[in-house]
């Protein structure tokens, strides 16, 4: 895995600050001569990233933000996982990508500097920034990946649909490797819409998921790529097998049903296709960002499915929601906790929210074997997928 | 899906289409066969500081006709016509009459842009300080692509698998190859699958930057090309397992027999000189599809009319083809409608299908003088009846993003 977020880069930073770190909130203003400036937007920004130092100095200059950060956390994944994109297959290995604000930065500049400067003085190579799939793009010309290129967006369920769509075509064999993650950057524009998007009086300054004080959410930025394998491909090259993807489930309800009718079914069907009983599974990684609703309605779900008896973590309190790229830092915490058999503490949480179901939200780290998470998220729009992700023992003589 | 198991055959069932040169099946379809140049001298925004005036609109699209249950006033142009041709595309399959489980009908378009174009009005209104000029009225515009999935889902209540891929010029063939999957996997007993994006104003621009647009028509493979258009549009196809489409005495189109998906990952804007992700991809859709280079009746091309798209797809078509790359007829219906962007794979389809189904092989217009390096089997400027079996479409995305899709009689 490859992680880039406000908590540092790389995988040990990121883990040590799941396990006792803070996060990393703090207010940016974002000025522009041509539009008002938009007041301090309070996120977690990236924190000592330069993308120069994973990708060299040439051609950073025209990539997106986003592009640098997702090439950036790709080409970490790739060396974490011990490949070598000098002598790989390159037509097996394919990228898949999900994201919320990937291209709308550059595609408002692009125009708003055209009104600005004229239509003449448009800068022919920032235009392919523009699209929503730079950034899995420029990690597949970086790296040499010539397999297929997806990119998908759905919320904060990208993530865990990008992951989902990279085993997908794994095991339809069309790659022996994906580098699938997600990327969430935020700027003038994007920092203008998710400042404006808040309600009134939600003026969060911490992200307490499922917490009885929970004020809305913290946005972050980040970007995280796992590398997803076919087995024997794996086994053929010794490559450190962290867990196995045991099943996906993705669902969709309109929100005035209740979000949690989108977030059981995206849980029980992930459980069917992992052939896994609720009571098998033994962490939730939950998707909980500290929005009063959202948490509520998933909180209800992990109760009718699971109960009180699995301990139910959550990391946005310290990596902030990164929208796009959620699903994939929630994963990898997950792949923490099969590691080091071990559920960190949910940080921002602090007291039970009585008008929730009775949820074990993990106020302390705890040991715990770790053989089948469960990943979820869930969206405002009505959208929610979830992951299993078993430990690698689990596999039956393949 | 490991060796040996055999795959589920998805047919297509239900058709819709919002082109620049019709709106409905009953409009595009007779349009395309007679060859009828939908691009045009653009209205909806100015191009008089640019240096070309001309590409695809659609003309005379009614939303109130297609949308019923939301209010079409609030849905972006591109979640309009995302809902429109859904409609379209479900009542010519009568799938909703026949006692599907709604639980597990989905949806899934592919864009370049979707709703993004909808910010360049307030942006516009912002910076010449109009409108109160308050960045917070006229800034919070829509970032939430995934309108152009969702609006379908709401409107219809079909709630399965509910995705967006905003793969760039090749998303129409990966929304339609995701869908495959979906009811392949039994995540879904039947999905819409389609594309759509409308005309930008920042695309035109972006284009107009890279001196790319053609200023009078598109000629694809023509000697002459200029270049491409820029359009708008969407399509949609309802696909199913061929088991459920039969026992419910559905009407066939053809068959998504299967795909091939590789990347240049090479450049961004222009594509691998030899055509490497485009040979590959071609290759493997048929190799998926169980059909070989000589069972090709048609090919349906990528054909922007740019000098290098069309030259390096004829590279490409030759190396897969070999000896076959002189007879199979080729042609690209983007001389008539432009390059609709996210919805061009997907109309595509749609053209593809009614060419199996009437046997009927749409022209390649505005083709004047061959190129003797795009040497090809072109359908120039009249349709071709010809009896037409296996349809192979291509679409190459920005990024290098490549998707070939193969399509089939039953």
């Keep these: 895995m490859g992680i880039i977020s406000s908590l540092g880069t790389g995988k040990d930073k990121f883990f040590r600050s799941l396990l006792g770190g803070t996060p990393a909130f703090c207010e940016r203003n974002f000025e522009d001569e041509q539009f008002a400036s938009v007041p301090g937007f309070y996120a977690a920004y990236l924190n000592e990233f330069s993308a120069a130092d994973h990708l060299g100095r040439k051609g950073l200059r025209n990539l997106s933000r986003e592009s640098q950060v997702f090439m950036s956390a790709g080409m970490l994944a790739i060396a974490d996982a011990q490949a070598s994109p000098q002598c790989w297959e390159r037509e097996s290995v394919g990228i898949c990508c999900g994201s919320v604000f990937s291209g709308y930065e550059d595609f408002v500049r692009l125009f708003a500097d055209s009104l600005a400067h004229g239509i003449d003085r448009i800068n022919p190579a920032q235009g392919p920034q523009t699209g929503f799939n730079a950034p899995a793009s420029q990690l597949a010309i970086f790296a040499g990946a010539e397999g297929p290129n997806v990119t998908v967006t759905s919320g904060i369920a990208s993530g865990l649909d990008a992951l989902s769509q990279a085993s997908d075509l794994l095991m339809s064999e069309h790659a022996s490797m994906m580098l699938a993650g997600g990327v969430e950057a935020y700027a003038f524009f994007s920092a203008h819409v998710l400042g404006s998007a808040r309600a009134p009086g939600e003026n969060a300054r911490a992200l307490r998921p499922f917490d009885i004080e929970r004020q809305g959410t913290v946005f972050g930025e980040a970007a995280a790529v796992l590398v997803l394998e076919e087995l024997a491909h794996a086994r053929a090259r010794g490559a450190p097998i962290l867990a196995i993807v045991s099943g996906y489930g993705r669902a969709f309800r309109p929100p005035a049903a209740g979000l949690e009718l989108a977030a059981g079914k995206a849980i029980r069907h992930a459980l069917e296709e992992a052939r896994l009983e609720p009571s098998q599974i033994d962490v939730v990684c939950a998707s909980g960002n500290g929005e009063r609703q959202l948490d509520a309605a998933e909180a209800k779900a992990l109760f009718e499915v699971f109960g009180d008896s699995v301990p139910v973590y959550a990391v946005k309190g310290v990596t902030g929601e990164c929208l796009g790229a959620s699903g994939a830092l929630q994963t990898a915490a997950a792949l923490l906790c099969i590691e080091k058999h071990v559920v960190p503490k949910t940080i921002g949480y602090r007291r039970r929210d009585p008008a929730l179901p009775l949820l074990p939200v993990t106020n302390e780290i705890t040991a715990v074997k770790a053989r089948h998470v469960m990943i979820d998220s869930l969206d405002p729009a009505g959208y929610s997928t979830a992951l299993v992700l078993s430990t690698a023992k689990r596999v039956e003589g393949s | ?410």
């Design chain 2, 1 to 410: 899906m490991t060796a040996g198991t055999i795959q589920k055959r998805v047919v297509v069932t239900g058709l819709g289409v919002s082109s620049p040169i019709g709106v409905g099946i009953d409009a595009f379809w007779p349009a395309l066969v007679a060859g009828k140049i939908g691009t045009d001298r653009i209205s909806s925004f100015d191009t008089s500081g640019c240096l070309t005036h001309k590409g695809g609109e659609v003309k005379g699209f009614e939303p109130e006709r297609y949308i019923k249950k939301l209010s079409p006033d609030t849905l972006p142009r591109s979640a309009q016509f995302a809902v429109a041709v859904s409609r379209m595309a479900l009542e010519d399959s009568a799938l909703l009459k026949s006692g599907v489980d709604a639980e597990r009908v989905g949806v899934c378009f592919g864009v370049v842009l979707g709703n993004r174009p909808s910010l360049e009005k307030p942006t516009r209104e912002l910076y010449h300080r109009q409108n109160g000029s308050d960045p917070k009225k006229v800034l919070n515009g829509p970032h939430d692509v995934t309108v152009v999935s969702r609006s379908p889902a709401l409107e219809f209540g079909l709630y399965g698998p509910n995705l967006v891929t905003p793969t760039a010029c090749a998303a129409g063939n990966n929304a339609i190859s995701i869908a495959l999957e979906t009811i392949r996997a039994g995540k879904a007993d039947a999905m819409i699958a389609g594309g759509v994006d409308e005309l930008s104003e920042t695309m035109f621009l972006m284009f107009n930057s890279f001196r790319s647009l053609s200023p009078e028509v598109v000629q694809p493979f023509d000697k002459n090309r200029k270049g491409l258009m820029l359009s708008e549009g969407a399509a949609a196809l309802v696909l199913e397992s061929y088991d459920s489409a039969r026992a419910r005495g559905a009407s066939i189109y053809g068959e998504v027999r299967g795909y091939g998906n590789f990347t240049d990952a090479y450049h961004m804007t222009a594509p691998h000189p030899e055509g490497l992700g485009a040979a590959r991809s071609m290759t493997d859709s048929l190799r998926r599809s169980g059909v070989s280079p000589e069972d090709v009746d048609y090919i349906n091309a990528h054909g922007t009319g740019t000098p290098i798209n069309d030259v390096v797809e004829t590279k490409a078509i030759r190396t897969v083809f070999g000896k076959w790359a002189d007879s199979v007829p080729v042609s690209s219906i983007k001389s008539m409608i432009g390059h609709t962007q996210g919805a061009a794979s997907a109309i595509e389809a749609v053209a593809c299908l009614l060419t199996i189904k009437h046997n009927i092989i749409p022209p390649n217009m505005n083709y004047d003088e061959p190129d003797p390096e795009c040497s090809l089997n072109i359908v120039a400027n009249r349709a071709r009846k010809q009896t037409v079996n296996v349809a192979l479409s291509n679409a190459f995305g920005f990024g290098g993003n490549i998707s070939c899709v193969v399509f089939a009689g039953c």
